[in-house]
């Protein structure tokens, strides 16, 4: 395996704060790969200056061999980095069906004289869209919410939306951001088993999340970052083990912490 | 089915000045043809992409004056003199929207209103150019092959032509992919980006189509009236293009033609009493407000939606 993303000494500062103080790690293709630390360690610092939603002071990213750093956002989903928000965003009053197609527009070859002149590449194009949108729309299990605007759906189904949106195009990697926080128990199982379905598939998963179950039983590889600097990686075991990780991020002992599991299994 | 519908509503225009030989009811026509295509252009900047620009009072002046200047003074005709009011007017908002789409969606409304009011200013105080307050008189009607658009009734048919292209043109965009990427920029601009679409040309392009259309359809009126000066630009042009899009409802396309036309009649219906017409306008319009406050179009969508979630249940 080699590593899809590489991230080298990002570094990011808010009047003098260091949200990222130097942080370097590495994807592998086809992985999951979890990004967790405590409130204000720099996770969702770290994802917006990979996706050019923010501008990093210095540091590198190199994706699939192309150096995308400071590149502007839609470059970089073009370069092929998709990611999604903490708070859901998808397009309420456009059905599900118009949201997945937006989301692969800018990746298929047909301009818009193609669509004005409905040339073949336009229809070609569309069709395989379409396809794509009708698989992906089966995994999430919202085929019956096709026409619908997406507005009505619950915040767990929105979240879904916004995960199929940033697979339709087949990207390189897909950067989660939060993909469990605030959505219902049965639901967290649910998407779960889909990411894990999709990574069986092929697809790569860089996931920022507070929820240390759904990162354990998803991640091959865990990253810890703490005051905006990377304080341990590992498999989840290791993590779960290291005293300095559960010092900073879970606030107790090992022991605690060996009792919490038992708990929770 | 909307298509049928709207070619037999063209056609149906397009006899009105075989029904009637008075020139008022023409006129009216003429007029709600032409503020239903600058009605749609705001809608497409405003309704679809959601920045409200009140640089369409410029544009609408902008366009009137480029016209008229064409043909009294630069020796054209009025085909060409409404060319290149579109043309001038894409140029203008491609140069004022570099700058102003940067900048977020409140401090665009108000350097497109104080656009407008730059653009009264100049046709009121460059002397030289416009003639000032006295304006330009005797605008000539148009003629095409040897035949003179001389009478009311006749120029109806070039405003007709002219509505029916430029709806087509606007409705062929607006329910093209470039429409719903618009719309996907006023729903979630950074959605979009993160999905590979780079919005400003998208929004730059919006604005100089509209600022094109609204631009020409101010050309046509101007010839309509006869008689170009500052009062052109009175707000009321604006206010109307504005009513009848939030009536319409922002964002439909039908809606807003629909509304196009049934509001610039409306004023006309209520001259029964001339008296209290405005005042009634004015109830009938707060009152379409508080019952639809999204517009004829996003009334009849919310009512779908319900319909779809008592499905669902």
Redesign the interface.
């Known amino acids: 395996m080699s590593a899809i993303l590489q991230v080298t000494e990002l570094r990011k500062s808010y009047a003098g704060v260091h949200a990222l103080d130097g942080v370097s790690f590495a994807v592998e293709a086809g992985s999951v790969t979890g990004l967790i630390g405590p409130n204000g360690s720099g996770k969702s610092t770290a994802i917006d200056c990979i ?1 050019g ?1 923010q501008k990093r002071d210095s540091g590198e990213v190199v994706l699939a061999g192309n150096d995308i750093t400071g590149l ?4 970089i ?2 370069a092929g980095l ?2 999604t ?1 903490q708070t859901v ?6 059905s599900l069906r ?1 949201n997945l ?3 692969a ?3 298929d070859p047909a301009t ?1 004289i193609d ?2 002149l409905r040339t073949r590449r336009y229809r070609q194009a569309v069709d395989k869209a379409e396809v794509r949108a009708r698989e992906l729309v089966e995994l999430i299990g919202l085929k ?2 096709w026409e ?2 997406t ?2 759906l619950s915040y767990g189904q929105k979240k879904l939306v916004a995960l199929a ?2 697979l339709m ?1 087949h990207p390189k990697i897909v950067v989660l951001d939060e993909p469990v926080a605030g959505v219902n128990p049965t639901r967290i199982r649910e998407i779960e088993v889909a990411l894990a379905a999709l990574n069986r598939a092929g697809e790569t998963f860089l996931i920022v999340e507070h929820n240390v179950e759904f990162i354990t039983n998803l991640c091959h590889r865990v990253i810890v970052l703490d005051q905006g600097k990377k304080l341990a990686e590992g498999t989840a075991a290791e993590i779960h083990t290291d005293p300095r990780v559960l010092e900073a991020y879970l606030g107790m002992t090992p022991e605690m912490a060996e009792a919490e599991m038992r708990g929770a299994a | 089915m909307k298509l049928a519908i709207a070619l037999i509503a063209a056609l149906a225009f397009a006899a009105l000045p075989l029904l009637t030989s008075s020139n008022y009811i023409i006129g009216v026509g003429i007029s709600a043809l032409i503020f239903t295509v600058a009605a749609a252009a705001l809608n497409l900047i405003y309704g679809f992409t959601g920045l409200l620009s009140f640089a369409q009072l410029g544009f609408w002046g902008i366009g009137g004056y480029v016209t008229a200047l064409t043909v009294v003074t630069f020796g054209g005709n009025f085909w060409w003199g409404v060319l290149w009011a579109a043309l001038v007017n894409a140029v203008v908002a491609l140069a004022i929207g570099y700058p102003t789409l940067r900048t977020n969606r409140h401090a665009f409304v108000i350097m497109t209103l104080t656009f407008a009011l730059l653009v009264t200013l100049i046709a009121r105080d460059w002397v030289d150019l416009t003639r000032g307050p006295l304006g330009i008189p005797n605008l000539p009607k148009p003629s095409a092959f040897g035949y003179h658009f001389a009478t009311t009734a006749q120029y109806y048919w070039v405003a007709w032509a002219f509505s029916v292209a430029m709806l087509g043109f606007l409705y ?1 965009l607006c329910s ?3 429409g ?2 618009l ?2 920029i006023k ?2 601009e ?9 919005p400003m040309p998208y929004k730059l392009s919006a604005f100089a189509i509209s600022a094109a259309v609204t631009g020409a359809a101010g050309g046509v009126f101007t010839f309509h009236l006869g008689i170009i000066d500052p009062l052109f630009l009175d707000f009321y042009y604006m206010q109307t293009f504005l009513i009848i899009v939030i009536i319409g409802g922002a964002g439909s396309f039908w809606g807003v033609v629909a509304a196009g036309i049934a509001l610039s009649a409306l004023p006309e219906m209520l001259r029964f009493s001339a008296d209290f017409r405005m005042i009634i306008y004015g109830v009938i319009l707060v009152v379409a407000m508080f019952v639809m406050p999204t517009g004829v179009a996003g009334w009849l969508r919310e009512r779908q ?1 319900a319909r ?2 008592e499905q ?1 249940r």
């Open positions: 996706s939603f502007p956002a839609h470059q989903a073009r998709m990611r928000f965003r998808i397009y309420e009053r456009l118009d197609a937006i989301a527009q800018q990746f818009w669509e004005f019956r919410y619908i605007e507005g009505i949106a940033a195009p | 062929a093209s992919r470039i719903r990427t719309v996907a729903q979630n950074p959605l979009v980006r993160a999905q590979g679409i780079a939606i779809m979630r669902l």
